[in-house]
């Protein structure tokens, strides 16, 4: 029987197979890590994910667990410990030894859980659209760029939780939203955002977005439209940043009554402008 309260990489070489759940310590992290000998390399926005679950208390139990071959190989969990040693904090997981070195081939090799998935089970609305809004408001609130940022399905689930209006406005825009020139999420982030300002003012905008009819030449929803569908020039991709940059200022135009000829945006960074209160 191995000694759990001081494991370690070494002693799982010979064992038959077996689990338990361990106390995982960043020394006992760095120490595993030592024998991961074949694995993948590191994605960077995974390991970003699982430490801010870590660093905020919201590591669960799930049954995923930390495997070891019959030769003490770490076959799989480096995203995991590499967390745990930079994050200086102690997670309790199962651990299993004693598997064929061959079995790695075989792991990671199911249907992954989407968030989406996992807010089928509450019976959540829209929950594809919901858990792609949510993962761009999600990065505005941590600062942190819009493109190839991963987060798990615990943080958008939480994220969701907490703001139950972003699911409300999400059905409220309905077919709007996919009626626009930017991509849905766009839309339904910059929705969310303005109804929460002037509900009114919100579904009125996102109507004539939509549509773009009777509008006047310098009505700043008209310039948007234009703008982001290139008949300013030169189409081509505009970035999220950009787009919900584009967006937010044609609504601030919009709601002073202030007429235009072109809209730029201001900027590339992935933070977003704050829609004008009035």
Known sequence: MIDMANAIATCFAG???????IDV???IAVEWLEANAINRNLKRSKLASYRRSIEAGRWNITGESIKFSKSGRLLDGQHR????AQSGMTIKTYVVWGLEDEAQVAMDSGVPRSAADV???DGLK???RVTAVARLALAEHLGLPFDGIAFSNLEVVDFIQKTPD???AVELLGQ???QTPVVTRVADLCFWKFYRLDPDAALQFFTSFASGANLEADNPIL???RRLTGEYGQARRIRINEQISLVIRAWNYWRKGEPINRLQSSTWKGFIEIPDPI
């Open 15 to 21: 064992e038959d197979p077996g689990s338990e759940i």
């Open 25 to 27: 310590t960043p020394g």
């Open 81 to 84: 410990l590499t967390a745990v």
């Open 119 to 121: 807010l089928a089970i």
């Open 126 to 128: 829209n929950r594809s």
């Open 166 to 168: 972003l699911s409300d």
């Open 176 to 178: 709007r939203g996919r």
């Open 223 to 225: 310039v948007l439209r």
